[in-house]
């Protein structure tokens, strides 16, 4: 305690901008946003503001992300902007099972994301179609984050972009000419190195490499979590022509923290936790009085441990044995851009992504053949993805006319596997290894996906007025191949839209001033995996469903104002989205046993609200930020469910929507001037509910997270830095993500997971 109040304490006199602990990392972004005028405040914006853009849209420069904990996700950056809902139950924001972003009560699976260009699909944990952002590259080598707010930009590379966009730009390697390096030690015996190596000149050909690997142990419980990442970029300037290259390597591997409920939390208290590897013993005991019990079906194999679980756990699913997520990626992108007129400007980029990944947990449920009452159950995922892309740009003065298009061939693996333990006094199993030699499948089936999509867009400007106008379009084609004879389904589906509107516009009143507006049309195909969208029904269900399955659908429209002056500059905004034949799939059983989901469109959803962002930028390296937005996000329809003769009612309609504050409000105070810089922000998001009749929901939280840093010129190419981080200053305990293991209609559920409590880290950063 006595350290955090020093942090306070300290950095209420000196608490400093994003892009303070770095040299500004220029990259260009996705959207190329004007810069905010700096003539009346000390170094650059903080949040970049969109100027010109017919829609919400902000940008986090990569040195943004150099002032939070080293090796921290720009998805935690950027919760500081309007609308941004982000929970993860680490420091870092980096645990995927725990990780969750929406945005306007959008949840993930509804966004899209680009890395320069490159779709990362929806990025949720068992993602069928892409990588997380925090293996996809390592944090010191993001560029820029830009944020739509609403279905976001026309040209982005993705089919399910109901909400929002995020898109990732790498660095320029002429910003990292040289030797950088870092280190890292805190909380949990984190440990963290950084290095990154570049050559070549500013605008010839230049490269850079660089590595990071991170351990830490788990903040409660047994386990570790650790990564090791490798990025390596290219540019070759060939006259006109520029050729780039990108490449990742990702090898991750986490243990789980347990997933709670309200009572386990009332009954067990935040730091309960799964049986890690040091407590078998105990699994195995809970795992023979379950069966003893009957709780989990499975034949009992030990009569003689009884019925009486050991005091405090009360269920089988107080606890499971050990949980792990493991993924190794391999991303690699060669691109061109070339001239071909005056007035003609072609890109084009080709891309190659695989992945293999395990998600396991220590089951109850299934029963080893070795005479252990439990068996690691495993997901398997196997991605092997290949595509292209490219737009010809024509500038033509008052038009500026892009057409562009994407195709890729998707072939993903999907299974569900048995390993068995060795014996009751050995596991003979590491969670944090990929498992081989299972004794039984439940399922495996290979599914292939085909996308192409294409857009059309007009830009026109009209004096002060600028008018965006266009189009998209795509056809994503679905084939399930079960490989296990009965396991779950086979078919084939088709989502089509060669027509989705975007239109927009932006006027400036002044050169402070600017007022847009526009409308967005967005359709979502559908999600070729067994744990989402319709193939995760059984077979009788997605038989049933299939003639009547309608894609999800969106139409957005948003207005607002921004304005930019020396010292201060922010947006207020509006919006409304109307979201149709919302597709509702319903868990039929606890996470880990993984049944079928029920599955059916269920209605619409409407969501409004007012969004409000401001920098003030006072001098002498001071700033205030701030963002507040209210989001009115509702269920316009009951969920009517017929099977088997019954119709049942769920009271839906009117219910706010699952995992959706209607107040996010964040602010900080920073400072940077002359060697000394640091930052105080906090954090608040309102009620959220995590059932679908709105009966079960966690309270609203504040976190304050806190920075300082101090910067010694020993005559090398950069200072170097020491800088001190810590995060959830005040020790607040909280429920982090909700929906860990889906939503469900009404109850309590076990699908909830505590917040890390404080942490600490120390980085040294240097530059040859």
Known sequence: MRLATLLLATTAFAATPAFAATEPQAAPAVEAAAAPATDGGDGEAIVVYGTGKTRQVQELSGADLAIQAAGTSPLRAIAKLPSVNFQSADAFGTYE???????????????????????????????YNGLHISRAVTAENIGSTVVSQGSGA??????????????????????????????????????????????????????????????????????????????AKGILPLGDVTLDGYFSYSDRAEQDYQDLSLDQINRLGYDWDNFGPGKYALAVQVADIAANRGETGTTPLNPAAGKVYPSPIKTADDAYYDASGLRRDTLAAVGLTAPLASVLTLKLKTYLHKNSGQGTWGTPYVNSPTGVPMALRTTEYDINRKGVFGSLNAD?????????????????????????????????????????????????????????????????????????????????????????????????????????PHAGISYRFSPAIEAFAGFTQVTRAF?????????????????????????????????????????????LAGYLVNFRNRLLAIPTSVGIVGAANALQNVGGVRSAGIEASGELRIGHGWSVLASYSYNDNTYRDDVVIRANGTVTT???????????????????????QGPLYGRVGVDYMSKRYFTYTNDQSVPGRALVDATLGYRFDLGMRKPVELQINATNLFDKRYVATIGSNGFGNSGDNQTLLAGAPRQVFATVKVGF
């Open 97 to 127: 099972w725990s990780t969750r972003i929406t945005l306007r009560g959008f949840n993930q699976n509804q966004l899209g994301f680009n890395l320069d260009g490159i779709p990362l699909g929806d990025m949720s944990y068992g993602n």
């Open 154 to 231: 026309i040209d982005t590379q993705s089919t399910n972009n109901l909400g929002g966009t995020l898109s990732f730009s790498t660095i320029d390697p002429k910003t990292a000419l040289g030797l950088d390096a870092s280190g890292t030690y805190g909380s949990n015996n984190t440990w963290r190195g950084f290095l990154r190596g570049g050559i070549g000149t500013e605008n010839g050909a230049r490269a850079f490499g660089s590595v990071v690997y991170a351990t830490t142990d788990k903040w409660k419980g047994d386990g570790k979590q650790r990564q090791l990442n490798v990025n």
């Open 527 to 571: 999600a070729s995996a067994t744990t989402a969208g319709p193939f995760s029904s059984s077979q009788a269900g997605f038989d049933a469903i299939k003639p009547f399955l309608k894609p999800e659908q969106s139409d957005t429209y948003e207005a607002g104002l921004r304005y930019n002056s020396g010292i201060f500059h922010g947006v």
């Open 650 to 672: 769920i009271p839906t309609a009117g219910k706010t929507v699952t995992d959706s504050p209607k107040h996010l409000v964040h602010g900080e105070v920073s400072y940077d």
């Open 396 to 500: 033509l003065g008052m038009n500026n006319i892009t057409v562009g298009a994407w195709y890729e061939n998707n072939d993903f693996n999907q299974a569900r596997r048995f390993y068995a333990y060795a014996s009751r006094t050995n596991p003979g199993r590491d969670h944090l290894k990929f498992q081989h030699d299972p004794f039984a499948t439940q399922w495996d089936i290979d599914f292939n996906t085909k996308t192409f999509q294409y857009y059309v867009e007009d830009e026109i400007k009209l004096g002060d007025a600028r008018i965006s106008l266009g189009w998209k379009g795509f056809k994503v084609d679905n084939h399930a191949n079960p490989i296990v004879a009965g396991g779950r389904t086979r078919g084939d589906l088709s989502t089509k839209d060669w027509f989705q």
